[in-house]
């Protein structure tokens, strides 16, 4: 399939679907790393790659990418079959959700902006809930915002994965001790708000056995989308 055959197709399908691709060839073209058939972004920003096929010559291609950079993390909308160069890490089924609510009201208000100087803060944080990856280099995707008390970093949110008309909204997480006071929900209407004014749609990803996070977004005006596969692989080679 030549080059021109390849975009046109990504082209034909909703943007989402190939969500990696689509923000590395606009909004993120700055963090892309790779060639025309597979992208990624930087290990320490992000570890999600996209590619444009499955032929041969690109998986080859994926292969030197995680051999120089580690694990990368696919979300496709139809099963990947990972060949035997690679290990699969993990995989899991994720709900694309889009919002599509009415104006927003209640966003937080008592928030900080987050920046290079509270990355050791934002590690702990989502070391300690796990919403999904992380790295010290993550907040330059976007805006990241969170709250604090007495100093302490205790629940944040931020944009993650930014294309032409979409920004995707992650790395919600509260502290244990600070749960059920509504903070996330606060921080996400911030966050939808800051989105909507740019003239974008926020979007997220969840696990699909994550069913406690798809209702509370639901109520936050979020509907599902559609079903991806999120498969993280590494290097069988070594």
Not at 98 to 109: K, L
Request: aromatic share 8%; glycine share 8%; charged share 20%.
């Amino acid at each position: 399939m030549s080059d021109v055959t390849v975009h046109e197709a990504i082209d034909s399908v909703h943007p989402l679907d190939n969500v990696t691709w689509n923000a590395l060839t606009s909004k993120h073209r700055a963090f892309a790393e790779g060639d025309g058939r597979v992208l990624r972004y930087p290990a320490a920003v992000a570890p999600f790659t996209a590619i444009t096929d499955t032929l041969p010559s690109t998986f080859d291609a994926l292969h030197a990418l995680v051999q120089r950079h580690g694990v990368s993390a696919l979300t496709t909308r139809e099963a990947l079959a990972v060949p035997g160069q690679f290990t699969v890490v993990r995989h899991a089924k994720l709900a694309q959700m889009v919002w599509q609510g009415e104006a927003v009201t209640g966003a937080a208000t008592d928030y900080v902006r987050l920046g290079e100087r509270d990355v050791r803060d934002m590690m702990s944080l989502t070391t300690a809930t796990q919403p999904g990856p992380f790295g010290v280099r993550t907040f330059e995707l976007g805006n990241y915002y969170g709250i604090r008390s007495h100093g302490r970093l205790i629940a944040m949110a931020g944009e993650r994965m930014r294309l032409d008309g979409f920004t995707e909204i992650s790395a919600v997480c509260v502290d244990p001790e600070f749960r059920g006071k509504g903070l996330a929900n606060g921080l996400m209407k911030l966050l939808i708000a800051t989105i909507r004014e740019r003239g974008e749609v926020p979007f997220l990803h969840v696990l699909t056995s994550n069913q406690g996070a798809i209702a509370l977004y639901r109520t936050l005006g979020f509907v599902e989308r559609a079903e991806l596969h999120l498969t993280v692989i590494g290097d069988a080679t070594r």
